[in-house]
């Protein structure tokens, strides 16, 4: 089900055009940002993604043991909903910035608590997208790790416990695994990729997370290579925490063009999200690309430029067999009013699924059709995908509701 939901989430990516934000706007890969503790007045004038940068990690959430402070998050899930963009929460377990009251609870009360957090964020946030389940494994393994089942019997019990709660509380979330300095280090990438096989293998993973941070004196081979180890796990890779942290303009420019688009291009990228982006609001120091005074550095100016005129490697390309095909199917109007239109099938049996930019099923049947068939979709306006069996081939089409 959930490699079904990832082909999808590409192919709804790549038809995409009505989402509002604007470096990557109708491309097929996004291309987003974090929002702190404020939202910057021009953050919808360039991402299309949105990650809470330290409102979504559990110590910033429940720092008084059940005493809740959803207001950081709160922000940044609705900045995504309402621009109709994705939402990536960060993060449900991590060794670094969680609760200082867990460290003192028997075993037992820490795998209840992580439980009853991980159960808390997911009833509250239903239309997450993306969910960094476990951050940083090879680095910095919780206190609680133990409680959760520490090594076990696979070596990493406590990173499957982990997604298996993120599966079970939010099951229409893609889960990833995130952790840094892994594409700049063959060992380290072979390491993940065990933990990810551990995962793939129970189903438990969507997404490959690799933070991007710390790349600026990684050969850019090195990257490609572990890259290409990475997407052959057959799983889609985001580059989850991207920077370049050079105070120099002309060297960060340049270490921009030289890495970028070795990152974009790549057919098993399918996103890269930047780790802040205004001077003095950000995590690294000299990592921003706009001023205080509101000017961009030059690898702002370029990476606008690139994004524009590039469209994200062959990943982007049309997939066989899951094209639009325009003298197959009808629909009409679209845009729909009130969620309701027509589709002219012609005659046969029919599996219809319709599904969202996510790759979410809003909607399935099964049809036998020699006539026009009105169809009702009780969904937010937006883009919407039909995906059409007929017993032999899979036909696709787009759908805008009003």
Known sequence: MHKARILILSLAVFWSTQLKAQLAKDKCKFLGNVIGGSLPADFNNYWNQVTPENSGKWGSVESTRDVMSWNGLD??????????????????????????????????????????????????????????VVNEPLHAVPDYATALGETGSTGWDWVIWSFEKARQYCPNANLILNDYNIISNDAATNSYI???????????????????????????????????????????????????????????????????????????????????????????????????????????????????????????????????????????????????????????????????LYGKIKKEMSVSANQPLIVQLNEPAGMYFLQVHDGRQTICKKILLN
């Open 75 to 132: 922000l940044a899930y609705n900045t995504a909903v309402n621009n109709s963009v994705s939402f990536k929460q960060h993060t449900l377990v991590w060794g670094q910035q969680q609760p200082g009251w867990i460290s003192a609870l028997p075993a037992l009360e820490q795998r209840e608590e992580v439980e009853e957090w991980i159960k808390s964020f997911c009833e509250r946030y239903p239309e997450t997208d993306f969910i960094d």
């Open 194 to 356: 065990t933990i990810i096989n551990l995962l793939k293998e129970r189903e438990l993973i969507d997404i490959i997370g690799e933070q991007g941070h710390f790349l600026e004196t990684t050969p850019v081979n090195t990257i490609k290579k572990n890259l290409d180890k990475l997407q052959a796990t057959g799983l889609p890779v985001h580059i989850s925490e991207y920077d370049v942290n050079i105070a120099d303009d002309h060297l960060q420019n340049e270490k921009y063009k030289e890495q970028f688009p070795v990152l974009w291009e790549h057919p098993g990228v399918h996103g890269i999200t930047l780790w802040g982006y205004r001077q003095g609001q950000i995590w690294r120091e000299n990592s921003y690309l706009i001023r205080t005074n509101g000017t961009a550095r030059p690898a702002m100016n370029w990476l606008s430029s690139y994004v524009d005129t590039n469209k994200g490697g062959t990943f982007c390309d049309p997939v066989t067999g899951m094209l639009e095909d325009d003298s197959r199917m009808d629909i009409f109007p679209s845009p729909a009013t009130d969620g309701t239109f027509t589709m002219n099938l012609g005659q046969g049996v029919f599996e219809v699924k319709i599904l969202d």
